[in-house]
């Protein structure tokens, strides 16, 4: 009858070069693995899953806060709100995770880089889920700045399949199909908003859904207020024939 306290499975703090490999977590209250204030750690070959104690509590599969280096790799999760977040971190790889399949596989965000999190590098990400619930579900959201998504199979998301809030970051050779299935108006396969001198290269998108036949963009620019300026999208392939394939202010180079 006592109320579930987040915890945790894992916390690591102020170590360097340590590796963790085949960790699995099932129906964990609160994050699988927080890393906190490290340098120079990798995990591979996990399975994180988190049990939500309520909506309003933020949970992930793996947090990593105030740290740098860190390598995540072949992560499998489902969880209340990201597989991974970086948060105040830079030069982190994260690659080849992949979302359990099952009707409700992840919450708000694939993988989530927040605005103080810069030069990391999400690539190999394979996410496909579509939670109803959650119209603002994204498979990978980045608010940072100089990030390279790169290689990533993203699809039945309920928003968008990439969203940028930063600047001066890379959204390169991605797959992206079947998203914004929850209907949002405000969204595409690609969604850069209020983001400047981000490069949009090499993507592949097609089949973006939403209940508006208006406003099912393949790459969405938006300004909200101020602008999205400075942007370059080149050689990217977008189809479907009900896609609309771009909208926005934006530089096109062929």
């Not at 209250?29 to 990798?42: R, V």
């Not at 579509?130 to 993203?154: H, K, M």
């Amino acid at each position: 009858g006592s109320a579930a306290v987040n915890v945790g499975a894992m916390r690591i703090e102020n170590c360097q070069t340590i590796s963790i490999v085949g960790i699995y977590t099932e129906k964990v209250y609160g994050n699988a693995l927080t890393i906190d204030t490290c340098t120079n750690l990798s995990v591979s070959n996990c399975t994180f899953k988190t049990k939500a104690i309520d909506p309003a509590t933020e949970e992930y599969g793996i947090l990593v806060k105030d740290s740098n280096n860190i390598r995540i790799n072949n992560i499998t999760g489902k969880f209340t709100d990201s597989i991974v977040k970086l948060e105040n971190s830079k030069s982190c790889q994260v690659s080849e995770v992949t979302t359990i399949s099952d009707s409700n596989p992840y919450g708000i965000y694939g993988v989530y880089v927040d605005s103080t999190s810069v030069r990391n590098t999400i690539s190999n990400v394979l996410l496909s889920a579509y939670t109803a619930e959650e119209i603002d579900s994204v498979g990978v959201y980045i608010e940072g700045d100089y990030n390279l998504v790169t290689g990533c199979n993203i699809s039945n998301c309920a928003s968008s399949g990439i969203k940028v809030l930063g600047d001066y970051n890379t959204i390169s050779n991605n797959e992206l199909f079947n998203n914004n299935q929850g209907g949002n108006t405000n969204d595409g396969g690609i969604h850069i908003y209020l983001g400047n001198h981000n490069l949009v290269t090499g993507n592949y998108i097609f089949d973006t859904q939403t209940g508006s036949e208006t406003h099912n963009f393949g790459i969405y620019l938006e300004g909200g207020g101020t602008s999205s300026d400075n942007n370059i999208l080149t050689n990217n392939v977008i189809r479907s024939s009900n896609t609309k394939a771009i909208s926005g202010s934006f530089s096109v180079l062929n």
